[in-house]
């Protein structure tokens, strides 16, 4: 069964930047699409920045420019590095996994994602 836990969330002020981290456990392999989306109360779930296993990048673009995912294999961990943070970016944020092949290269995510964390709450404010 894959575990992710996510760690790096809280509360920072408007610009200011935090650093996401998940670290992947009880498997074998590697996903096809590794990678983060956020929902915030009242809101649709969305998808914030993703990589899949040849290392091509997917990014939301109401994060694009600012946001910069990357993956360690030998450490099993993803990072999600976010800067100049908007009270918009406020959400809670999951950490998952997508192991059927879906496209998730050039604003494209998983429709379905097979497994996720816990998540961690981002809450930036003025």
């Known amino acids: 069964q894959v575990q992710l836990a996510e760690s790096g969330g809280g509360s920072v002020q408007i610009g200011g930047s935090l650093t996401l981290s998940c670290v992947a456990s009880?498997?074998?392999?590697?996903?096809?699409?590794w990678g983060w989306f956020r929902q915030a109360p009242g809101n649709e779930r969305e998808g914030v920045a993703a990589i899949d296993n040849d290392g091509y990048t997917s990014y939301a673009n109401s994060v694009k420019g600012r946001v910069t995912i990357s993956k360690d294999n030998a450490k099993n961990t993803l990072t999600l590095q976010m800067n100049n943070l908007k009270s918009e970016d406020t959400a809670m944020y999951y950490c998952?996994?997508?192991?059927?092949?879906?496209?998730?290269?050039?604003?494209?995510?998983?429709?379905?994602?097979?497994?996720r964390g816990q998540g961690t709450q981002v809450t930036v404010s003025s």
């Open positions: 998952a996994w997508e192991t059927g092949g879906a496209y998730c290269r050039d604003g494209y995510f998983p429709v379905n994602w097979d497994y």
């Open positions: 009880g498997y074998t392999g590697s996903p096809k699409c």
